[in-house]
């Protein structure tokens, strides 16, 4: 009986003490925590970092550097909200007048119309082919006087070889544009001299010097294949070529052997050649071998073509024809001009050309200027 009502007396004081402890630790007064000493401590804030003054003379910004004015305009707004007091995102008279002067410097090369000093500006490279599309030489002129900078891009690489004239003895020409093939690409007219020309040549001034080691041979013979040779190579690297002249009518080289070159250039526009080997058969060739109808190329710019005779000599038949003429044609379908004259040669035994079967075999839809010297039709 004694052990049962301690049990009973146990049980009633646990909860008793459980309750006591709850309450006391839910009801503890406020004012017991003033004196006491917490242990959390509260962060105090960040030391103020000293402010580096703005140079506010507006005399000592370079209009020409946009990056400096940014920079300068970006840490004048970023130092507003760090100021003290009633001076918090305000300007004082001098920054606001710098501000103004800063984004005048700005505008022009964030805004939305293009700013007229991004030409020179841009690298040489893009300047370089800027250039490369401005055919005639009185425009690369006015462009050059523009400003010193493309006048140091056009006159080095575009202006002095817009135009070559020069004879196809001149293998030191055709090296150098074998060699430098950025600058043959900048070649728009090609003029091939006759070796008793008298006309002025015009080459580039950098390679006016001769190289003897290349013109200089024992073999007369071998020196004209070595100039066809450098010839055919350099056009080849002529990919730009619009007009080609073709006058050397006292060398044993023939057309024959560079018109399959000039079928490899697309946007060749004007051809003129002025040879008694045009209107000889090809027996009377220096091979005499006839080119192979195979060739499937056309010249679809190709406009104005004028092929003539001379009066040397040199190259001339007493029997003319016109099967060379209807082969170099036959690759030109989109003709505009085309200009065909035959120095008729005094003397028994001399015949004109027969143009019977060239205009049978001829089309030309586009054909607006036809010219015909000495032929004969029956």
């Given at each position: 009986?004694?052990?049962?009502g301690?049990k009973?007396y146990e049980?009633?004081?646990?909860?008793?003490?459980?309750?006591?402890?709850?309450?006391t630790?839910?009801?503890?007064?406020?004012?017991?925590?003033?004196?006491?000493?917490?242990?959390v401590?509260?962060?105090?804030?960040?030391?103020?970092?000293?402010?580096?003054?703005?140079?506010?003379?507006?005399?000592?910004?370079?209009r020409?550097?946009?990056?400096?004015a940014?920079?300068?305009l970006?840490?004048?707004?970023?130092?507003?909200?760090?100021?003290?007091?009633?001076?918090?995102y305000?300007?004082t008279?001098?920054?606001?007048?710098?501000?103004?002067?800063?984004?005048?410097?700005?505008e022009?090369?964030v805004?939305?119309?293009?700013?007229?000093?991004?030409l020179?500006?841009?690298?040489?490279?893009?300047l370089?082919?800027?250039?490369?599309?401005?055919?005639?030489?009185?425009?690369?002129?006015?462009?050059?006087?523009s400003?010193?900078?493309?006048?140091?891009?056009?006159?080095?690489?575009?202006?002095?070889?817009?135009?070559?004239?020069?004879k196809?003895?001149?293998?030191?020409?055709?090296?150098?544009?074998?060699?430098?093939r950025?600058l043959?690409?900048?070649?728009?007219?090609l003029?091939?001299?006759?070796?008793?020309?008298?006309?002025?040549?015009?080459?580039?001034?950098?390679?006016?010097v001769?190289?003897?080691?290349l013109?200089?041979?024992?073999?007369?013979?071998?020196?004209?294949?070595?100039?066809?040779?450098?010839?055919v190579?350099?056009?080849?690297?002529?990919?730009?070529l619009?007009?080609?002249?073709?006058?050397?009518?006292?060398?044993?080289?023939s057309?024959d052997n560079v018109?399959?070159?000039?079928?490899?250039?697309?946007?060749?526009?004007?051809?003129?050649?002025n040879d008694?080997?045009?209107?000889?058969?090809?027996?009377?060739?220096i091979?005499?071998?006839?080119?192979?109808n195979?060739?499937?190329?056309?010249?679809?710019e190709?406009?104005?073509?004028?092929?003539?005779?001379?009066?040397?000599?040199?190259?001339?038949?007493?029997?003319?024809?016109?099967?060379?003429?209807?082969?170099?044609?036959?690759?030109?379908?989109?003709?505009?001009?085309?200009d065909?004259?035959?120095?008729?040669?005094?003397g028994?035994?001399?015949?004109?050309?027969?143009?019977?079967d060239?205009?049978?075999?001829?089309r030309?839809?586009?054909?607006?200027?036809?010219?015909?010297?000495?032929?004969?039709?029956s």
């Open positions: 009986m004694d052990l049962i301690y009973r049980m009633p004081l646990h909860k008793h003490l459980l309750s006591t402890t709850m309450a630790a839910t009801v503890m007064p406020r004012s017991s925590l003033k004196g006491r000493n917490t242990s401590s509260v962060p105090k804030g960040r030391p103020r970092k000293t402010l580096h003054s703005v140079d506010t003379n507006i005399s000592s910004y370079d020409t550097d946009p990056f400096f940014f920079n300068v970006r840490k004048l707004l970023g130092s507003l909200p760090s100021r003290i007091g009633g001076c918090q305000k300007l008279p001098e920054e606001h007048k710098l501000s103004l002067h800063l984004l005048t410097i700005v022009p090369f805004g939305l119309s293009p700013s007229r000093r991004t020179t500006r841009q690298p040489t490279e893009i370089d082919s800027i250039v490369f599309h401005v055919d005639e030489k009185r425009d690369l002129l006015s462009l050059a006087l400003c010193h900078r493309l006048h140091g891009v056009i006159f080095p690489r575009h202006y002095d070889y817009r135009v070559i004239r020069c196809v003895s001149s293998i030191s020409v055709w090296n150098h544009l074998i060699v430098n950025s043959a690409r900048n070649v728009r007219r003029e091939i001299l006759d070796e008793r020309s008298t006309e002025p040549a015009s080459v580039p001034s950098d390679i006016l001769s190289e003897t080691d013109e200089s041979t024992d073999d007369e013979l071998g020196m004209h294949v070595k100039q066809e040779r450098f010839l190579s350099a056009l080849t690297k002529m990919t730009a619009h007009s080609f002249s073709w006058s050397c009518n006292h060398s044993p080289i057309i018109w399959p070159t000039l079928l490899k250039c697309p946007s060749i526009r004007e051809v003129e050649i008694n080997l045009v209107f000889s058969d090809y027996s009377h060739g091979d005499g071998v006839r080119p192979r195979s060739q499937k190329s056309i010249l679809p190709l406009k104005t073509v004028a092929l003539r005779s001379t009066k040397h000599v040199y190259g001339s038949t007493k029997t003319p024809q016109l099967l060379r003429i209807s082969n170099l044609l036959t690759n030109c379908p989109n003709l505009k001009s085309l065909i004259g035959y120095e008729h040669r005094r028994s035994g001399y015949q004109r050309p027969v143009a019977d060239f205009f049978l075999c001829s030309w839809s586009a054909l607006r200027s036809l010219s015909l010297s000495n032929l004969f039709c």
